[in-house]
Nanobody, 121 residues
Framework: QVQLVESGGDSVQAGGSLTLSCQAS????????MAWYRQVPGKERELVAD???????QNTDSVQGRFTISRDNAKNTVYLQMNSLKPDDTAVYYC???????????????WGQGTQVTVSS
């Protein structure tokens, strides 16, 4: 089972920057797609950005040009660089990883516990 630990959440003013990190640990054969989601109270969790094991990325339209997802496979870590932050970016940010425990296993998913990002105007 993979455990995901996020860090880097904070309170910043609009226009500021933050970098979130999420490190995976535990027993696994391979981690495939890693992603960042966010959620505000009363709304569904939404995909912010994801990155494949080979480094292919995609972002949701609202963060295009401002957020960059990257990963370091040697460290089993995914990052989210967030620039030009807006109050609408305020949310709890969650990390997600799709992986196999053994190479004959089905794909499974783990979520981190979330990290709070607050952007004030």
């Amino acid at each position: 089972q993979v455990q995901l630990v996020e860090s880097g959440g904070d309170s910043v003013q609009a226009g500021g920057s933050l970098t979130l990190s999420c490190q995976a640990s535990g027993r696994f054969f391979r981690i495939y797609t890693m992603a960042w989601y966010r959620q505000v109270p009363g709304k569904e969790r939404e995909l912010v950005a994801d990155i494949s094991g080979g480094g292919k990325t995609q972002n949701t339209d609202s963060v295009q040009g401002r957020f960059t997802i990257s990963r370091d496979n040697a460290k089993n870590t995914v990052y989210l660089q967030m620039n030009s932050l807006k109050p609408d970016d305020t949310a709890v940010y969650y990390c997600k990883a799709d992986y196999q425990i053994d190479n004959w296993d089905v794909m499974v998913t783990s979520w981190g516990q979330g990290t709070q990002v607050t952007v004030s105007s």
